[in-house]
């Protein structure tokens, strides 16, 4: 069963669920800043680097009975839900909700996956909370750090679609790609909020990110400089009084405020 009981400090996963849940090794959106990919593939060699480009199904965990966790559970945490997985990440979808869990869905969504969810899972609706990972408009952006993931335009028509389904919504801008157009991107984005909007740096870029030449050196330039503290602090004074912002650990951090002390509180 691949499932993480966390008992260490709360950041990362931590700040938003008790325990995580996933059903495969691997994901083909390719991110160059992907921690579950540095952690399975450079960290623990489960998987070569070309094993990782797709889904492995864990059928363990497919089959697996869930328990009922003492709060919010996250699905997934070190893959993406895509059309190779869909039917596995249904499955245990559903057996953690007829569990009693509250799951929070967090993905870079395919339209189509997330209609499937929506066919499936309406009963659920008070049960779930989708955490689309939204972190850039800008195309080249995207599809220089994750550039086998849903562009920016099928990332907002599923926040959509879910929110129009009476669905509980909220977005993850972590790592933020784009720090000089979070404001008019969290502008965009709010009518469709139900929840939160998070907001969050890139961590151990230096030690994750590959520098592939002059190209991705200018990319990893513009993430350092969005990401010094006079930048945060700036866009911190600009949302602040944003009721549905809420900071990740790497900018409460920067702006002097309390790191939760909870698991999973989400907030
Ligand atoms: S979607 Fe998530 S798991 Fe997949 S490559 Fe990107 S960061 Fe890694």
């Not at 600009?238 to 409460?252: F, H, Y």
Request: with cysteine.
């Amino acid at each position: 069963m691949q499932h993480e009981e966390q008992k260490r400090p709360v950041q990362g996963t931590r700040e938003w669920a008790v325990a995580t849940v996933d059903c495969c090794i691997g994901c083909p959106h390719g991110c160059r800043y992907c921690y579950a990919r540095y952690k399975q593939v450079d960290r623990l060699h489960l998987v070569t680097e070309i094993e990782w480009q797709h889904s492995r199904i864990i059928d363990s965990a497919v089959m697996a009975e869930y328990p009922l966790y003492d709060g919010q559970v996250m699905f997934p945490a070190h893959h993406d839900i895509v059309p190779e997985n869909l039917d596995a990440c249904i499955t245990v979808l559903r057996s953690l909700l007829e569990a009693g869990n509250r799951v929070l869905v967090v993905s870079k969504p395919h339209f189509d996956c997330i209609n499937a969810l929506i066919r499936n899972f309406k009963p659920y609706r008070r049960k779930l909370l989708f955490r689309l990972t939204i972190t850039a408009r800008a195309s080249r952006l995207l599809s220089f750090w994750e550039p086998e993931a849903p562009p920016y335009s099928e990332r907002i028509a599923s926040l959509i679609c879910l929110f129009s389904n009476g669905f509980q919504t909220s977005v993850s801008i972590e790592p933020m790609l784009d720090r000089s157009d979070v404001v008019a991107m969290v502008d965009e984005l709010l009518p469709y909020v139900t929840d939160s909007i998070w907001i969050g740096k890139m961590n151990k870029l230096q030690e994750r990110v590959k520098s592939e030449g002059e190209e991705s050196g200018r990319f990893i330039q513009l993430i350092e400089e969005g990401q010094r503290d006079e930048s945060i602090t700036a866009l911190y004074n600009e949302l602040k009084d944003v009721s549905k912002i809420r900071w990740k650990e790497s900018i409460k951090d920067v702006v002097g405020l309390p790191r939760a002390e909870e698991y999973g509180l989400d907030k």
